[in-house]
C-alpha cells in the first residue's frame, strides 16, 4: 500500500488547526501527513485540494509551527490497527494507547502503540491448509479477557486465497506470521494478527444485514419496557444538560447484554471518563461474573483535547466495533457526544470557509450523520455466523431545542428517540425519558413483536400498549385538573391521574444508584408492569379527591420498597403483601 | 527570559483593523507574541509570509509604520512560591507595586492531563451554606459556575465559598471586573486574614476587554504550579466568564468568521472547555477546582454561553431571591452537583442522597400548590402542609446565610418531615425512616 517515493510539501499557511501545504506531487483526499516542527511530529488530515495547496487539518495545537516547514505525506488514510488486545485499553481519538504515554500531561506529537507486541497469545487454527478464504474469514482464535477473538483475513484483501500455510496451536506475539495465502495468480501473502483499516470506510465483509429483531436488554425499565432497542439497533438520547444523559449512558454500558462495549467520550469531560476508568475495574458484570473493564474499550477524546481527533474519535470507536462484530460478537457502541463531533466538523468547516448550513454547521451535516448510523446492525457473516453493533448517541441540543440541526439530521438516522425532559429532570423523576414523546420504531417490526411475544410473554406487546395509554391519559386528566381544579373534575379523573404517577413511579423511575433498582432483568420488568397494570385494571371506591392522592402515595410507597428490594426475596414479598393489603382495603 | 541578541524589527503594516494587524514577515511561528509600538499582540493567521497579529490593547493610534517585533514565544508567566498575595494584570505583570516574580518562566495554555494520569475527585469541599453542601456538594477538582443573573450576590457568595473552602491556594481570575468588585474582593481577602493564601489577575472594566483572553491562562497556569509541583488544593474563581467569551465573540468577528448561535464563534464550546477542564485532581494530592460566574442576559439559559457552559462544567448552582423569606436562597429545582454522587452518603451520612431527594420532591410539591393558590384554586390539608414546609426549609435550609455542617442540615431536615408529613409521604427507605425520623 505505501508509496515509493512519498509525496512532500511545506507549510505556506497557519490559521489555528488548519494548515496549508504547498506540495510537490500526488496526494489524496483524507491522506495522512506529518508535518515536522523541531524534534516533533504532528500528525494531519488532507481535507480539501487547490491546485498546489493542500488544505490539512492538524491533530494537534500548531503552536510555534512556522511557514516552511516541512511535511510528509503516508500514502493512506487515518487507519486504526486491529488485533488481540485492544478490549479494557484505553485510547485516544486517534487510537494512541493512554496508558502507555508518559507524563501527566499530553505530549505534542506523541503517537503510541495501540497494541501489545511483546505478549504472547494461544493461538488455535480454525482454518487448514487447502481452504479456500476471503476477507474477512476466521483463520484461528485467541483467548482474549475470555472473549473468543478471531484472527481474520485481513479486510482489505480482495479476491478468494487458497490457505497455503497454517501456524500450529501455540502461542505467538501478535506479529507472528500465522498463515500464508495464495491467491489465484499463485502470489502468497503473509499473514499475522495484525491488519490495518481506513476509519472513515466501513468494513464490509458480510453476507447480509437484515432488519433487527432481537431485544437487546439494557435492565433500563423505561426503555426495556416502553420503548426497546434491539440487537444492532440505532438509537438517540438528546436532551439539555443536568437531564441526566451521561448517567443513563453509563448505566446502560454497565448493563446491557453485550460481549464488548465501546465508549467513545467524544468531547465530554474528563471526569466522566474517569469514573469508568475508576469504577469499571471495579464493577462485576452480572452475567460472566467479570470485571466490566475486560468487556470495555475507551476511546477518550475530551473536550479539552484537540477537536480534529474528535471527530476521528467516532470512526476510530465504529471501526473497532465493526472488527469484533465480524468476528460474531455482540457490539454495544456509545457515544457521548454526537453534538461535538458535529461541532468539530462546524469549526473545520468555518476554518476553510465554506458556505455555512443553517446554525453555520456544514451542508452535509445531515449526509455525514445518516452514513454514519447506518454503519451500525445486525449481520449475518459469510460463515452463517451473527454479529451485532447497537449504537447509542446522545446529542446535546443547543439551548435544549430539539430542533436544532444535530437533533433533527440524528431524528432521521436513529430508529429510537429517548428524549431527555427538562421537566422530569427538574422534578427529579430519572431517568428523564419522556415517555410520551419517546419512540421505538422497532416496536413496530412484526419481526420483534413476534420476538417480544416468545421471549417476553404472549400479551407483553398488548401491556406495553396499555401502559403508554394510560401515561396518556394521566396527562391528559391532570391538564384537566390544571384548568378546572381538584374539585371542579370528577373523582375518577383523580383516579386516572394517579394510575398514571403509579405507572411513572413505579415502572419510569428508577435509581441508577441503588444497587438493587439500578439493574431490572426482563423477568423482573415483566412481573412488575403486570403488578402495576393489575392495579390500573381495578376499580376503587374514594369518597374524596384527597383519598386518592393519599391512597395512591401509599401504593407507589410499597412498590417502590418493592422495587429497591431483592427480586423475590421475603423482603420483596413482605412489601407485596403489604400492597395488597392495601389494596384489598380500598377495593371496591 | 533571555534577551535575544538580535531582533529584527519591521516597520509596515500592510492591514489594520479594530483588533488586528497585517504586516509581511518571514520566520515567525504561529500563536508567537509581539510587540507593536509596544503593544503586546499575538500571531493568530499566517498566509504566505502574511502575518496577522492580534492585538490585546486594541488598535487605537497604531500608525502603518508601527515598530513590529516578534517575541519568538506565546505568552508566558513567571511561577515561584513569590506568586501568593500578589495582583497582576492580565499579563502577568505585578499591579500592587510590589516587585517583579523571580522563578521558572512558563507557557501559559499548556497542554491537557492525559485523562488516565487524572484521579477521581473524592474530596467533598465544605460551605457551610446548605443549599450547596446538602443539595449540590462541592468536590475538589471539580468545575462550577454561579449562573446568575447580574443584580445578584454572585461574587459574595463565591468569595464566602473560597474563604470557607479551606484551599491551600485561591486564585482569583477577574475579567471585566468593576473595580468596586476587585476592591470588594481585596478586603473580603484581607479581613479573613486570607491574603497570603490569594493570588489575583485582573482585568477591569477599565482594561482593553481583548486583554480578559490571558486571564483564564494565566490563572490556571499559577494554579497547575501550585497543584502540581507543590500537591497543593488549588481553588481558581474566573468571574465573569460571559465577558470572556463576549471577547471571544469580538476577536472572532474582526477576524470575519462566520459567527454560529447568538453571534458566539462556533469554536465556542472548545474554547471554554479548554479553560474549564483545567479542574482536575491528580493522584499525588494536588487538585485544581474551579467556580466561574457565568452572568445571563435576562435568565436566559438558552443563550450559547451558558447552554455551552453548562454543557462542559460539573453542573450549575442558580441563586434565586426567595419573596416568602426575604433572602436570597440557592435554587434546589434548577441548581445541579453532578459530582456529588461521588461523596454524598460516603463522606457524609448515609442518608443524605435519599433526604435529599425528598425534600426536594416535596419542595416542588409545594410549588405546585403555590400555582394552584394563585390560580385561585381551593389547597388541600397536604398543599397547606408542603406550603408550610417549603417556607421552613427555604428559611433553615436554602438561604445563603446558612451555615452548619452536613449531619446538622440532615437533622434539620428530618424535623421538617416530621413536623409536617406522614412517613409514607416522604417516602424514603423504610430502614432510614427508622433510624432518623423523629417522633
Given at each position: 500500500?505505501?508509496?515509493?517515493?512519498?509525496?512532500?510539501?511545506?507549510?505556506?499557511?497557519?490559521?489555528?488547526?488548519?494548515?496549508?501545504?504547498?506540495?510537490?506531487?500526488?496526494?489524496?483526499?483524507?491522506?495522512?501527513?506529518?508535518?515536522?516542527?523541531?524534534?516533533?511530529?504532528?500528525?494531519?488530515?488532507?481535507?480539501?485540494?487547490?491546485?498546489?495547496?493542500?488544505?490539512?487539518?492538524?491533530?494537534?495545537?500548531?503552536?510555534?509551527?512556522?511557514?516552511?516547514?516541512?511535511?510528509?505525506?503516508?500514502?493512506?488514510?487515518?487507519?486504526?490497527?486491529?488485533?488481540?488486545?485492544?478490549?479494557?485499553?484505553?485510547?485516544?481519538?486517534?487510537?494512541?494507547?493512554?496508558?502507555?504515554?508518559?507524563?501527566?500531561?499530553?505530549?505534542?506529537?506523541?503517537?503510541?502503540?495501540?497494541?501489545?507486541?511483546?505478549?504472547?497469545?494461544?493461538?488455535?487454527?480454525?482454518?487448514?491448509?487447502?481452504?479456500?478464504?476471503?476477507?474477512?474469514?476466521?483463520?484461528?482464535?485467541?483467548?482474549?479477557?475470555?472473549?473468543?477473538?478471531?484472527?481474520?483475513?485481513?479486510?482489505?484483501?480482495?479476491?478468494?486465497?487458497?490457505?497455503?500455510?497454517?501456524?500450529?496451536?501455540?502461542?505467538?506475539?501478535?506479529?507472528?506470521?500465522?498463515?500464508?495465502?495464495?491467491?489465484?495468480?499463485?502470489?502468497?501473502?503473509?499473514?499475522?494478527?495484525?491488519?490495518?483499516?481506513?476509519?472513515?470506510?466501513?468494513?464490509?465483509?458480510?453476507?447480509?444485514?437484515?432488519?433487527?429483531?432481537?431485544?437487546?436488554?439494557?435492565?433500563?425499565?423505561?426503555?426495556?419496557?416502553?420503548?426497546?432497542?434491539?440487537?444492532?439497533?440505532?438509537?438517540?438520547?438528546?436532551?439539555?444538560?443536568?437531564?441526566?444523559?451521561?448517567?443513563?449512558?453509563?448505566?446502560?454500558?454497565?448493563?446491557?447484554?453485550?460481549?464488548?462495549?465501546?465508549?467513545?467520550?467524544?468531547?465530554?469531560?474528563?471526569?466522566?471518563?474517569?469514573?469508568?476508568?475508576?469504577?469499571?475495574?471495579?464493577?462485576?458484570?452480572?452475567?460472566?461474573?467479570?470485571?466490566?473493564?475486560?468487556?470495555?474499550?475507551?476511546?477518550?477524546?475530551?473536550?479539552?483535547?484537540?477537536?480534529?481527533?474528535?471527530?476521528?474519535?467516532?470512526?476510530?470507536?465504529?471501526?473497532?466495533?465493526?472488527?469484533?462484530?465480524?468476528?460474531?460478537?455482540?457490539?454495544?457502541?456509545?457515544?457521548?457526544?454526537?453534538?461535538?463531533?458535529?461541532?468539530?466538523?462546524?469549526?473545520?468547516?468555518?476554518?476553510?470557509?465554506?458556505?455555512?448550513?443553517?446554525?453555520?454547521?456544514?451542508?452535509?451535516?445531515?449526509?455525514?450523520?445518516?452514513?454514519?448510523?447506518?454503519?451500525?446492525?445486525?449481520?449475518?457473516?459469510?460463515?452463517?455466523?451473527?454479529?451485532?453493533?447497537?449504537?447509542?448517541?446522545?446529542?446535546?441540543?443547543?439551548?435544549?431545542?430539539?430542533?436544532?440541526?444535530?437533533?433533527?439530521?440524528?431524528?432521521?438516522?436513529?430508529?429510537?428517540?429517548?428524549?431527555?425532559?427538562?421537566?422530569?429532570?427538574?422534578?427529579?423523576?430519572?431517568?428523564?425519558?419522556?415517555?410520551?414523546?419517546?419512540?421505538?420504531?422497532?416496536?413496530?417490526?412484526?419481526?420483534?413483536?413476534?420476538?417480544?411475544?416468545?421471549?417476553?410473554?404472549?400479551?407483553?406487546?398488548?401491556?406495553?400498549?396499555?401502559?403508554?395509554?394510560?401515561?396518556?391519559?394521566?396527562?391528559?386528566?391532570?391538564?384537566?385538573?390544571?384548568?378546572?381544579?381538584?374539585?371542579?373534575?370528577?373523582?375518577?379523573?383523580?383516579?386516572?391521574?394517579?394510575?398514571?404517577?403509579?405507572?411513572?413511579?413505579?415502572?419510569?423511575?428508577?435509581?441508577?444508584?441503588?444497587?438493587?433498582?439500578?439493574?431490572?432483568?426482563?423477568?423482573?420488568?415483566?412481573?412488575?408492569?403486570?403488578?402495576?397494570?393489575?392495579?390500573?385494571?381495578?376499580?376503587?371506591?374514594?369518597?374524596?379527591?384527597?383519598?386518592?392522592?393519599?391512597?395512591?402515595?401509599?401504593?407507589?410507597?410499597?412498590?417502590?420498597?418493592?422495587?429497591?428490594?431483592?427480586?423475590?426475596?421475603?423482603?420483596?414479598?413482605?412489601?407485596?403483601?403489604?400492597?395488597?393489603?392495601?389494596?384489598?382495603?380500598?377495593?371496591? | 527570559?533571555?534577551?535575544?541578541?538580535?531582533?529584527?524589527?519591521?516597520?509596515?503594516?500592510?492591514?489594520?483593523?479594530?483588533?488586528?494587524?497585517?504586516?509581511?514577515?518571514?520566520?515567525?511561528?504561529?500563536?508567537?507574541?509581539?510587540?507593536?509600538?509596544?503593544?503586546?499582540?499575538?500571531?493568530?493567521?499566517?498566509?504566505?509570509?502574511?502575518?496577522?497579529?492580534?492585538?490585546?490593547?486594541?488598535?487605537?493610534?497604531?500608525?502603518?509604520?508601527?515598530?513590529?517585533?516578534?517575541?519568538?514565544?506565546?505568552?508566558?508567566?513567571?511561577?515561584?512560591?513569590?506568586?501568593?498575595?500578589?495582583?497582576?494584570?492580565?499579563?502577568?505583570?505585578?499591579?500592587?507595586?510590589?516587585?517583579?516574580?523571580?522563578?521558572?518562566?512558563?507557557d501559559i495554555g499548556s497542554p491537557s492531563v492525559n485523562p488516565v494520569r487524572r484521579k477521581q475527585p473524592s474530596n467533598l469541599i465544605a460551605t457551610g451554606i446548605a443549599g450547596i453542601d446538602l443539595n449540590n456538594t462541592l468536590v475538589s477538582g471539580q468545575k462550577i459556575p454561579f449562573f446568575a443573573d447580574p443584580d445578584q450576590p454572585y461574587n459574595q457568595v463565591m468569595a464566602m465559598v473560597a474563604l470557607r473552602a479551606k484551599a491551600d491556594k485561591i486564585i482569583l481570575g477577574g475579567m471585566g471586573l468593576t473595580n468596586d468588585d476587585y476592591l470588594y474582593f481585596k478586603n473580603v481577602f484581607d479581613n479573613a486574614g486570607a491574603l497570603d493564601r490569594i493570588i489575583s489577575f485582573v482585568n477591569t472594566t477599565e482594561n482593553p476587554p481583548v486583554?480578559?483572553?490571558?486571564?483564564?491562562?494565566?490563572?490556571?497556569?499559577?494554579?497547575?504550579?501550585?497543584?502540581?509541583?507543590?500537591?497543593?488544593s488549588v481553588l481558581v474563581l474566573l468571574t465573569d466568564m460571559t465577558l470572556y467569551a463576549d471577547a471571544l465573540s469580538i476577536v472572532s468577528n474582526r477576524m470575519d468568521q462566520i459567527p454560529s448561535k447568538d453571534s458566539m464563534p462556533g469554536s465556542l464550546y472548545s474554547d471554554l472547555a479548554k479553560i474549564y477542564e483545567k479542574a482536575v485532581q491528580f493522584p499525588s494530592g494536588g487538585s485544581i477546582t474551579i467556580i466561574a460566574v457565568t452572568t445571563l442576559s435576562g435568565g436566559d439559559i438558552t443563550h450559547a454561553i451558558p447552554d455551552n457552559t453548562g454543557y462542559i462544567t460539573e453542573g450549575q448552582l442558580f441563586l434565586r431571591r426567595d419573596s416568602d423569606i426575604g433572602k436570597v436562597i440557592v435554587d434546589p429545582f434548577r441548581s445541579l452537583?453532578?459530582?456529588?454522587?461521588?461523596?454524598?452518603?460516603?463522606?457524609?451520612?448515609?442518608?443524605?442522597?435519599?433526604?435529599?431527594?425528598?425534600?426536594?420532591?416535596?419542595?416542588?410539591?409545594?410549588?405546585?400548590?403555590?400555582?394552584?393558590?394563585?390560580?385561585?384554586?381551593?389547597?388541600?390539608?397536604?398543599?397547606?402542609?408542603?406550603?408550610?414546609?417549603?417556607?421552613?426549609?427555604?428559611?433553615?435550609?436554602?438561604?445563603?446565610?446558612?451555615?452548619?455542617?452536613?449531619?446538622?442540615?440532615?437533622?434539620?431536615?428530618?424535623?421538617?418531615?416530621?413536623?409536617?408529613?406522614?412517613?409514607?409521604?416522604?417516602?424514603?427507605?423504610?430502614?432510614?425512616?427508622?433510624?432518623?425520623?423523629?417522633?
Amino acid at each position: 500500500m505505501e508509496k515509493e517515493n512519498k509525496t512532500t510539501g511545506k507549510v505556506v499557511g497557519i490559521v489555528s488547526n488548519l494548515v496549508m501545504v504547498e506540495v510537490n506531487g500526488p496526494i489524496a483526499q483524507n491522506e495522512i501527513c506529518y508535518i515536522s516542527l523541531e524534534k516533533e511530529r504532528l500528525m494531519a488530515e488532507v481535507i480539501k485540494v487547490v491546485g498546489k495547496h493542500a488544505y490539512v487539518q492538524v491533530f494537534e495545537s500548531t503552536r510555534g509551527l512556522k511557514p516552511g516547514s516541512v511535511a510528509e505525506f503516508q500514502g493512506h488514510l487515518l487507519e486504526v490497527t486491529l488485533g488481540p488486545g485492544i478490549l479494557s485499553r484505553n485510547y485516544d481519538g486517534l487510537q494512541n494507547d493512554l496508558d502507555k504515554m508518559e507524563g501527566i500531561f499530553l505530549k505534542r506529537g506523541e503517537y503510541t502503540d495501540p497494541l501489545n507486541r511483546e505478549k504472547k497469545w494461544e493461538f488455535k487454527p480454525i482454518v487448514k491448509v487447502g481452504d479456500e478464504v476471503q476477507a474477512g474469514a476466521w483463520l484461528g482464535e485467541v483467548n482474549e479477557n475470555d472473549q473468543p477473538h478471531k484472527v481474520m483475513v485481513p479486510f482489505k484483501m480482495k479476491g478468494t486465497f487458497k490457505i497455503k500455510e497454517i501456524v500450529s496451536e501455540g502461542e505467538y506475539t501478535v506479529d507472528h506470521k500465522i498463515a500464508v495465502v495464495t491467491d489465484d495468480d499463485g502470489n502468497d501473502t503473509d499473514l499475522t494478527m495484525v491488519q490495518k483499516w481506513p476509519v472513515k470506510v466501513a468494513i464490509g465483509s458480510y453476507k447480509e444485514k437484515p432488519r433487527p429483531f432481537k431485544l437487546l436488554e439494557t435492565g433500563v425499565r423505561c426503555m426495556d419496557t416502553l420503548n426497546p432497542i434491539t440487537e444492532g439497533g440505532t438509537g438517540f438520547i438528546p436532551g439539555p444538560f443536568g437531564t441526566g444523559k451521561t448517567v443513563l449512558q453509563h448505566a446502560i454500558s454497565k448493563q446491557a447484554e453485550a460481549d464488548i462495549v465501546i465508549i467513545a467520550a467524544c468531547g465530554e469531560r474528563a471526569n466522566e471518563v474517569v469514573e469508568i476508568f475508576t469504577e469499571f475495574p471495579e464493577l462485576e458484570d452480572p452475567r460472566t461474573g467479570k470485571k466490566l473493564i475486560e468487556r470495555t474499550i475507551i476511546i477518550a477524546n475530551t473536550s479539552n483535547m484537540p477537536v480534529a481527533a474528535r471527530e476521528a474519535s467516532v470512526y476510530t470507536a465504529m471501526t473497532i466495533g465493526e472488527y469484533y462484530r465480524a468476528m460474531g460478537l455482540k457490539v454495544l457502541l456509545m457515544a457521548d457526544s454526537t453534538s461535538r463531533w458535529a461541532q468539530a466538523l462546524r469549526e473545520m468547516s468555518n476554518r476553510l470557509e465554506e458556505l455555512p448550513g443553517p446554525d453555520a454547521f456544514p451542508m452535509d451535516l445531515s449526509a455525514v450523520i445518516s452514513n454514519f448510523y447506518s454503519r451500525a446492525g445486525f449481520v449475518y457473516l459469510n460463515n452463517g455466523k451473527t454479529g451485532s453493533i447497537t449504537f447509542i448517541g446522545t446529542v446535546s441540543p443547543a439551548g435544549g431545542n430539539l430542533k436544532e440541526p444535530v437533533t433533527e439530521s440524528t431524528r432521521k438516522a436513529a430508529r429510537c428517540f429517548y428524549g431527555l425532559s427538562q421537566a422530569r429532570a427538574d422534578s427529579k423523576r430519572y431517568p428523564a425519558i419522556d415517555p410520551i414523546d419517546s419512540y421505538s420504531k422497532y416496536l413496530e417490526y412484526p419481526e420483534v413483536q413476534e420476538n417480544l411475544e416468545t421471549n417476553v410473554g404472549d400479551s407483553w406487546l398488548k401491556e406495553v400498549t396499555k401502559a403508554k395509554d394510560v401515561l396518556l391519559r394521566g396527562k391528559e386528566a391532570m391538564e384537566q385538573i390544571n384548568i378546572l381544579g381538584d374539585d371542579g373534575v370528577p373523582i375518577s379523573f383523580h383516579e386516572t391521574f394517579w394510575k398514571s404517577e403509579l405507572i411513572d413511579f413505579v415502572i419510569l423511575q428508577q435509581d441508577a444508584f441503588d444497587k438493587i433498582d439500578a439493574s431490572t432483568p426482563m423477568k423482573r420488568q415483566q412481573y412488575m408492569l403486570s403488578k402495576v397494570l393489575d392495579v390500573v385494571d381495578s376499580s376503587f371506591v374514594f369518597s374524596h379527591f384527597e383519598d386518592v392522592s393519599s391512597f395512591f402515595k401509599e401504593v407507589i410507597n410499597e412498590f417502590k420498597q418493592m422495587n429497591y428490594s431483592e427480586f423475590e426475596s421475603d423482603k420483596f414479598k413482605q412489601h407485596e403483601g403489604a400492597l395488597n393489603e392495601l389494596l384489598k382495603k380500598q377495593a371496591n | 527570559m533571555e534577551s535575544q541578541a538580535f531582533q529584527k524589527v519591521y516597520t509596515k503594516l500592510t492591514n489594520i483593523t479594530k483588533a488586528t494587524v497585517t504586516l509581511k514577515a518571514d520566520g515567525v511561528g504561529y500563536d508567537e507574541i509581539a510587540s507593536v509600538n509596544g503593544k503586546l499582540a499575538q500571531v493568530v493567521k499566517i498566509t504566505g509570509d502574511d502575518i496577522t497579529l492580534q492585538i490585546f490593547e486594541g488598535t487605537e493610534g497604531i500608525p502603518t509604520n508601527a515598530e513590529v517585533s516578534f517575541l519568538g514565544k506565546p505568552p508566558q508567566l513567571t511561577v515561584s512560591d513569590e506568586l501568593a498575595g500578589r495582583f497582576f494584570n492580565a499579563y502577568g505583570a505585578p499591579i500592587d507595586g510590589g516587585p517583579e516574580i523571580q522563578g521558572e518562566v512558563r507557557d501559559i495554555g499548556s497542554p491537557s492531563v492525559n485523562p488516565v494520569r487524572r484521579k477521581q475527585p473524592s474530596n467533598l469541599i465544605a460551605t457551610g451554606i446548605a443549599g450547596i453542601d446538602l443539595n449540590n456538594t462541592l468536590v475538589s477538582g471539580q468545575k462550577i459556575p454561579f449562573f446568575a443573573d447580574p443584580d445578584q450576590p454572585y461574587n459574595q457568595v463565591m468569595a464566602m465559598v473560597a474563604l470557607r473552602a479551606k484551599a491551600d491556594k485561591i486564585i482569583l481570575g477577574g475579567m471585566g471586573l468593576t473595580n468596586d468588585d476587585y476592591l470588594y474582593f481585596k478586603n473580603v481577602f484581607d479581613n479573613a486574614g486570607a491574603l497570603d493564601r490569594i493570588i489575583s489577575f485582573v482585568n477591569t472594566t477599565e482594561n482593553p476587554p481583548v486583554e480578559r483572553l490571558l486571564v483564564p491562562d494565566m490563572a490556571l497556569t499559577a494554579a497547575e504550579y501550585f497543584a502540581v509541583d507543590k500537591n497543593e488544593s488549588v481553588l481558581v474563581l474566573l468571574t465573569d466568564m460571559t465577558l470572556y467569551a463576549d471577547a471571544l465573540s469580538i476577536v472572532s468577528n474582526r477576524m470575519d468568521q462566520i459567527p454560529s448561535k447568538d453571534s458566539m464563534p462556533g469554536s465556542l464550546y472548545s474554547d471554554l472547555a479548554k479553560i474549564y477542564e483545567k479542574a482536575v485532581q491528580f493522584p499525588s494530592g494536588g487538585s485544581i477546582t474551579i467556580i466561574a460566574v457565568t452572568t445571563l442576559s435576562g435568565g436566559d439559559i438558552t443563550h450559547a454561553i451558558p447552554d455551552n457552559t453548562g454543557y462542559i462544567t460539573e453542573g450549575q448552582l442558580f441563586l434565586r431571591r426567595d419573596s416568602d423569606i426575604g433572602k436570597v436562597i440557592v435554587d434546589p429545582f434548577r441548581s445541579l452537583s453532578r459530582l456529588k454522587q461521588l461523596v454524598i452518603g460516603k463522606q457524609t451520612r448515609e442518608d443524605h442522597p435519599q433526604v435529599m431527594n425528598s425534600a426536594i420532591r416535596l419542595y416542588a410539591d409545594a410549588a405546585n400548590a403555590r400555582t394552584k393558590l394563585e390560580n385561585g384554586f381551593d389547597l388541600t390539608d397536604y398543599d397547606e402542609r408542603t406550603l408550610k414546609f417549603a417556607r421552613e426549609y427555604s428559611d433553615s435550609i436554602l438561604a445563603i446565610d446558612v451555615n452548619v455542617g452536613t449531619d446538622t442540615m440532615l437533622d434539620i431536615t428530618w424535623d421538617l418531615f416530621s413536623k409536617h408529613f406522614k412517613k409514607a409521604e416522604v417516602a424514603i427507605r423504610e430502614s432510614l425512616v427508622e433510624k432518623y425520623w423523629k417522633s
